[in-house]
């Protein structure tokens, strides 16, 4: 008896999402799909999340005093936070279970700390919970994450809402000058090679401006970007002090964050600190109270966000 015999070949239709491996960053998807987790999806299914309250630059007030240390007896300070998203389906998590995607359910920060999962409901709905923020004058951070059953995070920009807010001392309101970075988030991670990279900086009680000369005036002025810069000391090092990366002056028309660039330098696999301070026109630093000259009631207003250096 005579047969036949041959070969058969599958070929995977390159548009099937989830079904090819990509590294994000690459252009190896096809088109209309984007790199999510290491594989490519359709770029209209990408799980999104907006946070809807509370609006960015927030302020509230803690009894809390300027400078540590904390009195035991101050509260957090409760913050209703409303927010909607599109394409994910809200599950419990189930760590080490087979993820789809599209399922998942969104983790809730404040300040880096997870605090909260939102498992259930429409995530088209308005949806809302309540965080406890620590009762620490000056800037904090919500953000929300979309995550895998797994609890593995999606990967996609979408997929990570986040907030800036402020809290004052009840006595000071309106009075004590902070400044804070809006991006880079804390923990986002950059390459090792030098790279171009926009900070955006946001402050409370205090104008940021253009002018770079005249007369100092309270309550104006721009801010410095440092990377790895150890604050305050720095500031009692000159060399250390003129070691800026960039500046962050006024804000773009309609925005409420100033815009600066920077020149990441050759790195390491390591933590790095990006810090922005407060100046006067001249370049000084801006102290408060306006007009001291130092002493340990003579403050500096910056703040330090950590950023990773990653290898590929």
Not at 158 to 173: C, D, Y
Not at 195 to 221: I, K, P, R, Y
């Amino acid at each position: 008896m005579l047969g036949t015999t041959g070969c058969y070949t599958a070929e995977l239709d390159p548009a099937l999402p989830g079904v090819f491996a990509c590294t994000a960053g690459d252009e190896s998807c096809p088109s209309g799909q984007l790199c999510v987790n290491a594989r490519c999806e359709d770029a209209d299914t990408l799980p999104s999340l907006t946070i809807l309250n509370p609006e960015e630059g927030f302020k509230d007030v803690t009894r809390a005093p300027d400078e540590p240390p904390l009195p035991v007896d101050v509260d957090d300070v409760p913050m209703l936070v409303t927010f909607q998203g599109s394409n994910l389906s809200l599950v419990p998590a189930s760590s080490g279970a087979n993820h789809v995607f599209g399922e998942g359910y969104v983790a809730v920060f404040v300040d880096g700390s997870e605090v909260a999962t939102f498992e259930a409901g429409n995530i088209s709905d308005r949806n809302s919970l309540t965080v406890d923020i620590p009762p620490v004058p000056g800037p904090h951070r919500i953000a929300l994450q979309a995550r895998r059953n797994d609890g593995v995070d999606y990967d996609n920009e979408q997929a990570l809402a986040t907030r800036l807010i402020w809290l004052e001392n009840e006595l000071t309101v309106g009075m004590r000058p902070f400044v804070a970075i809006r991006s880079p988030w804390p923990g986002q991670t950059f390459g090792l090679e030098a790279q171009s990279l926009e900070v955006q900086v946001m402050t409370l009680n205090f104008d940021l401006v253009s002018t770079e000369s005249g007369t100092q005036q309270e309550g104006n002025g721009h801010s410095h970007i440092y990377y790895d810069a150890q604050f305050p000391p720095c500031a009692e090092d000159d060399a250390c002090d003129q070691g800026y990366l960039g500046t962050a002056k006024a804000p773009q028309p309609g925005e409420s964050f100033s815009r600066g660039t920077i020149l990441l330098p050759n790195s390491g696999e390591q933590s790095a600190t990006l810090t922005a301070v407060l100046r006067n026109y001249d370049h000084t630093i801006y102290r408060y109270p306006f007009g001291c000259k130092g002493g340990p009631l003579c403050f500096i207003a910056y703040e330090d966000v950590e950023i990773l250096r990653v290898g590929d």
